[in-house]
């Protein structure tokens, strides 16, 4: 079942967010912290657009989840005031190497205003989820008036660069070791 993403809901999305962070696999380990991850990628969204977060729940909890905010460039600017400063809080320091994560931000990208990050444990993967969770934002963006979705994915996430190819995503630009990759929220309805 898909449902809004909960507060109670919040350490099981950073454990998920863990699990499948080094492209669709485990990142445990991979940073000084396990924390930096979802501090980056996941609760900035659920803490800032608890609205555009959904959660797959099976009946023992979330093994999945989407979040995604409707407008990048005013999602960023709540970034900078909002969690920017929390983030320094909890990573006062970082290892050279991992300065990057306290620099991440979204991109806004002309044409697609809305970004997303979605991601599953292997559990959940291939049952059709990622699909439903795509459609889930894609209502509210269309209900929203919002032209265009848009994602990263890593160059060597094969798997997942084919799953989004599958559905209509389109290359838009690369971005770092990523490429960020969008879609008119109608072609996932």
């Known amino acids: 079942m898909i449902r809004p993403s909960a507060p109670a809901d919040l350490a099981a999305l950073r454990h998920i967010c863990l699990l ?29 657009a608890p609205s555009t977060a959904w959660v797959v729940d ?6 999945g989840y989407l979040v995604a905010t409707l407008d990048t460039a005013a999602f960023l600017s709540a ?17 050279a190497g991992e300065e990057w994560l306290r620099e991440w931000r979204p991109t806004p990208v002309p ?3 809305a970004h997303l990050h979605i ?26 008036g919002v ?3 848009h994602l990263g994915v890593s160059a060597s996430n094969e798997r997942a660069r084919a799953f989004y190819a599958h559905l209509g995503f389109e290359e838009l630009r690369p971005d770092g070791d990523a490429i960020l990759l969008g879609v008119a929220p109608a072609a996932l309805l």
């Open 20 to 48: 499948t962070g080094n492209d669709g696999t485990d990142a445990t380990g991979l940073y000084s912290s396990d924390e930096l991850l979802p501090d980056v990628f996941l609760e900035p969204y659920v803490t800032l």
């Open 147 to 149: 032209p265009g979705i």
């Open 79 to 95: 970034w900078e005031k909002r969690w920017a400063p929390e983030f320094d809080r909890r990573h006062p320091v970082l290892p």
């Open 111 to 113: 044409g697609h205003p």
């Open 119 to 144: 991601d599953l444990l292997p559990s959940a993967q291939g049952g059709g989820w990622g699909r439903a969770l795509l459609r889930q934002v894609a209502l509210a963006a269309v209900e929203a």
């Open 58 to 63: 099976l009946g023992a909890g979330p093994v």
